[in-house]
């Protein structure tokens, strides 16, 4: 069964988050969380997870600076795997920016807390207008 791209995005999260959790252990590497999460291979998840991972500290770099008395790493983990894949699309795709935020911000509801999912929408929202050439 073909998943849409909003179930492709929720499995990015979802891989992101746990590379976010055992990334310091030295046995854990995001081929295998990619394996344990998929049930067969699909290039859009790995566009977008290895393309998060390689870009990491740029995209949190601007998420920080648009961030007002917060950083990427006070929120939880769920959240910032949003935020990063939401950057990382902005940034790195074609994919329109509606689409991009608008996908950021529904799985955000699911999610994550308000507070959350009203930072992830503003850091977005910013980087789009300042960040991304149209």
């Known amino acids: 069964m073909t998943k849409t791209r909003s179930e492709l995005r929720e499995k990015c999260m979802i891989i992101l988050y746990q590379w976010d959790l055992f990334r310091k252990d030295a046995k854990t590497n ?8 998929m049930e067969i291979e699909n290039d859009f998840v790995k566009d977008i997870v290895y393309g998060v991972v390689t870009y990491q500290e740029r995209i949190d770099e601007l998420a920080n600076k648009y961030m007002q008395d917060w950083n990427i ?4 983990k769920t959240g910032a795997s949003i935020l990063r894949i939401g950057i990382f699309e902005l940034l790195y795709t074609d994919t329109p920016a509606i689409v991009v935020i608008n996908e950021a ?21 910013k980087v789009n207008k300042n960040e991304v050439d149209e």
Do not use: H, M, T, W
């Not at 995001?30 to 999460?37: G, S, V």
């Not at 790493?73 to 939880?76: A, E, F, H, V």
């Not at 955000?108 to 977005?124: E, G, H, Q, T």
């Open 105 to 125: 911000i529904e799985l955000a509801k699911k999610y994550s807390d308000d507070s959350v999912r009203k930072i992830i929408n503003a850091v977005l929202d």
């Open 73 to 76: 790493s006070r929120i939880d």
């Open 30 to 37: 995001i081929d295998d969380i990619i394996k344990d999460n």
